[in-house]
């Protein structure tokens, strides 16, 4: 029998901060996934809040949550700050990570702009309690997560990029490049970079949808990560 919904707010304390978020798991879900939003925006970005709309539809748990506090937010240092934001991640991770354990939840992130080399420098340095076992990136930076996490990173990683998003496109082709794990490079015809373009932000919905429930589904065998 599948466990009742989930819906809550919940608090993460990081360092000195707070960060706000919103957890929902479906009664059915087979995994959760951690969203990272990039500089300037928060767990309120309505493109996050729509791609985690579609993933709720195919039985995937969300967690939105805030990389930064608001007074952490409003310098430059900290919202470009990958390390910082990487470390913000696995205190989110480790905050949901009974729960994930409880209801047999693989988990995921979910990466836009500086959020994704966030999640993919997360993602290299897994923890043995809380693996995660797959990566989106949405129009993300994968290269300021450097060169040695993403030789490292192990785990299934897509990237998505607007084929109109030139100079993105090409940075991340040069990150896929230095890539060893499963990996894909997607390109959404005629998208610019936050993907405003009609069905745009649909075909990003799609294309991370598909990832998440072939690399969370139950029924495919967990990833082991490399030491």
């Not at 967690?63 to 919202?79: P, Q, Y």
């Not at 700050?81 to 992130?109: F, K, M, P, Q, S």
Request: proline residues 4%; aromatic residues 4%; negative net charge.
């Amino acid at each position: 029998m599948n466990p009742e919904p989930l819906s809550l707010s919940m608090d993460i304390v990081a360092d000195d901060a707070v960060l706000e978020g919103t957890l929902y798991c479906p009664g059915n879900a087979a995994g959760l996934v951690i969203f990272a939003h990039g500089s300037g925006s928060s767990r309120l970005s309505p493109r996050n809040q729509y791609v985690a709309d579609q993933l709720h539809a195919a039985g995937l748990g969300t967690l939105l949550f805030d990389l930064l506090s608001a007074e952490e937010a409003s310098h430059a240092s900290c919202r470009f700050d990958i390390d910082l934001l990487a470390r913000r991640l696995h205190t989110a991770t480790h905050a949901v990570g009974n729960i994930a354990r409880e209801r047999g939840l693989r988990l995921g992130y979910f990466g836009a702009s500086t959020g994704a080399a966030a999640a993919i420098l997360a993602a290299a340095e897994p923890d043995d309690a809380d693996p995660i076992e797959a990566v989106v990136s949405r129009g993300g930076r994968p290269d300021l997560a450097g060169q040695r996490a993403l030789g490292k990173l192990a785990c299934p990683t897509l990237l998505i990029v607007g084929a109109a998003d030139l100079d993105v496109l090409d940075l991340n082709r040069q990150a896929l490049s230095q890539m060893h794990c499963e990996k894909a490079l997607e390109t959404v015809p005629h998208a610019t970079h936050l993907f405003e373009e009609e069905g745009a932000l649909e075909q990003v919905a799609e294309l991370a949808r598909a990832w998440f429930v072939r690399h969370l589904s139950a029924t495919t065998q967990p990833h082991r990560h490399a030491r």
